[in-house]
């Protein structure tokens, strides 16, 4: 069984959508709307991020990112991308300067 969080979300997007039932579920409406409207919510969450970091508010300031979260979750969704990958990636990078990671990136758009 899967305990982590954002796989169970990922889990109840996934049936949402597989309903359809756009009366009773936020998700399900969304995803008929397609991925122009999720990618203008992400835009739109993250704008109110930004927002309540620049006020200076961690209560909002959390709230605020779990929107951002659960969205990009159901982009992530639309496009058939699993928040283990995410999370994989960014175990990848563990351990691994920033710095040393862009580099790496220059070097493979340098071989594209
Ligand atoms: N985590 C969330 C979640 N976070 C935010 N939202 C909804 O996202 C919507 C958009 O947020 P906004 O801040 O833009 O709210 P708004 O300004 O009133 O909305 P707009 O009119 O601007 O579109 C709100 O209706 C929130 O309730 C979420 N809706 C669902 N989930 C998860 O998805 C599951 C399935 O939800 P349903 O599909 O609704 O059953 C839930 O059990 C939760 O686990």
Do not use: C
Not at 57 to 84: C, I, N, Q, Y
């Amino acid at each position: 069984m899967n305990d982590s969080v954002l796989a169970r979300v990922a889990d109840t997007i996934a049936a949402r959508r597989a309903q359809g039932d756009a009366q009773s579920s936020y998700v399900a409406k969304l995803a008929a709307k397609g991925l122009d409207a999720m990618l203008k919510k992400v835009g739109e969450e993250a704008t109110e991020f930004v927002m309540a970091a620049k006020d200076g508010d961690a209560a909002k300031l959390t709230f605020e990112a779990a929107d951002l979260w659960f969205h990009s979750l159901l982009a992530l969704a639309e496009l058939g991308v699993r928040p283990e990958a995410v999370l994989a990636e960014l175990a990848r990078r563990e351990g691994l300067s920033g710095l040393e990671e862009f580099a790496n990136r220059s070097e493979n758009r340098s071989k594209e």
